[in-house]
């Protein structure tokens, strides 16, 4: 690696929702900084510990142990403040002040539009490490937390699976995805779901009403639903209550997952991630790159701009869609 810039003193901040990783990702830019000399400062609070200068300087040791630990050392926030020029300076002058050179920005699209913004009006030099569970973020084939929140999905979903194949029933299961059905079409499939009901498309209560006549002829003893939060047709208790008035053969229940996705020990697969984009990120501020997110494509390290990651749009896989429906015969 030809190392062409050299910082005395970086910062790394999380900002936007938490997820599984983040640890794992800060511990990845503490230590790759300090393997190459640098100092690391914690910026708490995300961008709102910025704009009150809320840092902490984070040694080698004061990364110990947290690889395996859900949420974020360094906590994190939604900053209103960070949103007017007002508050960007405010969070300028504080790095200035502190003497952090470049940062890196662990955080989701929102993060990246608001660091985008900043760089734009100070010369702040950054690289964004993508993190969302609902892994809808351009320029990475995944974003760190996406792993976990599926896998704490699909391991309440067999339990859910048990107490409904025991008592004949019906389950609505509604886990999250505003915007995006990747954790419904992901969970969908690998807990056998019946149907899947997910924002990128349209939902007919009378096609889920098809499926569910179709699994009691077949005499299926529980049948599952999984809804993405953000389907239009409704949540899941709308849509449960939709299709109880057409297909009334089982006992109906709803469970909503809720903000258990968001928590837990990272996976292997999330702690593997987030360690190569904490490492890709500090090894980019070194080669002089700035205003670019790390991310992962085709398993390789990739760098995308900021206004690429904000404009664009990932692609979803539509393929999986069929997939589930193939197998939920
Ligand atoms: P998540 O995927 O969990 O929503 P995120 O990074 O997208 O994560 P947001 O709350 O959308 O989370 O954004 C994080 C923060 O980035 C906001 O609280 C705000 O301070 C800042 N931000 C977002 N958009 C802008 C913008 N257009 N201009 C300036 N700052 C912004």
């Known amino acids: 690696m030809g190392t062409t810039k050299k910082f005395k003193k970086i910062g790394v901040v999380t900002t936007g929702g938490d997820c599984p990783g983040l640890n794992a990702a800060i511990r990845a830019v503490v230590r790759t900084g300090i393997y190459h000399g640098m100092e690391v400062t914690g910026i708490l609070q995300g961008y709102e510990g910025m704009i009150k200068g809320e840092f ?19 906590k994190t926030a939604r ?50 490490v993508p993190k969302t569970i609902d892994n809808d973020i351009f320029g990475t084939d995944y974003a760190i ?13 067999d339990k859910i699976r048990d107490t409904a194949d025991s008592h004949n029933r019906l389950f609505f299961v509604e886990v999250m995805g505003r915007d995006a059905g990747m954790i419904a079409i992901y969970s969908g499939i690998a807990s056998g779901a019946e149907a899947v009901l997910i924002p990128e498309t349209e ?8 499926i569910l006549d ?27 209550l939709e299709v109880k008035a057409r297909f009334n053969q089982y006992d109906t229940r709803v469970s909503v997952l809720g903000h258990m996705q968001r928590g837990g ?4 697969n999330d702690r593997v991630l987030a ?25 390789e390290i990739s760098h995308t701009s900021y206004s690429d990651v904000v404009k664009g749009k990932k692609e979803f896989p539509y393929q999986l869609l069929k997939i589930a429906e193939i197998l939920s015969l």
């Open 56 to 74: 902490v300087r984070l040694g080698s040791h004061s990364v110990s142990n947290i690889l395996q630990r859900g949420g974020t050392i360094l």
């Open 79 to 128: 900053s209103e403040a960070f949103k007017t020029v007002e508050g960007r300076k405010k969070a300028y002058d504080n790095l200035v002040k502190e003497g952090i050179e470049a940062l890196v920005v662990i955080g989701g699209d929102g993060s990246f539009k608001g660091i985008e913004q900043f760089s734009r009006e100070f010369p702040i030099t950054s690289v964004g």
């Open 145 to 157: 937390g996406f792993d976990t929140a599926l896998n704490t999905v699909i391991q309440v979903i």
């Open 203 to 210: 939902t007919k209560i009378e096609q889920i009403v098809k």
């Open 214 to 240: 179709r699994g009691w002829e077949r005499k299926k003893s529980s049948m599952i639903v999984i809804v993405a939060e953000g389907d239009v047709a409704g949540g899941a208790y709308e849509i449960a």
């Open 265 to 268: 020990s990272p996976t292997c």
């Open 275 to 299: 360690s190569r984009l904490g490492v890709a990120a500090v090894q980019a501020l070194i080669e002089g790159r700035t205003n670019e997110m790390v991310g992962v494509i085709n398993n």
